[in-house]
């Protein structure tokens, strides 16, 4: 195995466990609703899941380990992704904060806050900001 097969084979591994992780987070109430599920299907696109892989995650998400972003910027970065798939998605309508409140609890952010992190997040989103500009700005938005 080359090293270049190395790298792809855990960068994929490593989605599918953020995947996963997603998926864990949608089944916390014990179903899948439509909504979530079309915005999982974005997401495994995203990040590049067959759809093989797709239906083994959904039939077994622990399968997969967690690999939960360490650094907060690695947080932010992963916020970017999915605050960016929820804005667009218009077949969430109004579950749009409430889905992402959840992701971004997953993701490690505390409840104290996390609603005034989705609202800038999604407010950036909708100023059309790169990620470089979204991770400074969630850095410093208290400042």
Known sequence: M??????DSEFKNRNKGH???MVRVAL????????????????????????????EILENPLKYPINPPYLYTQRLERLFDLARIVHVDTHLGN???????????????TPGNVDYIIDKALNLV???VDLETFVYEM???NK
Do not use: P
């Not at 080359?2 to 790298?7: E, G, P, V």
């Open 2 to 7: 080359s090293f270049s097969d190395l790298f």
């Open 19 to 21: 995947f996963s992780a």
């Open 28 to 55: 916390t109430d014990g179903s899948i609703s439509d909504e979530e599920k079309v915005f999982l299907d974005r997401l495994a696109r995203k990040f590049e899941i067959s759809t093989a892989e797709y239906e």
């Open 95 to 109: 579950k749009q904060i409430l889905m992402l409140r959840r992701f971004a609890l997953a993701l490690g952010f």
């Open 126 to 128: 909708d100023q059309g």
């Open 139 to 141: 850095q410093h938005m």
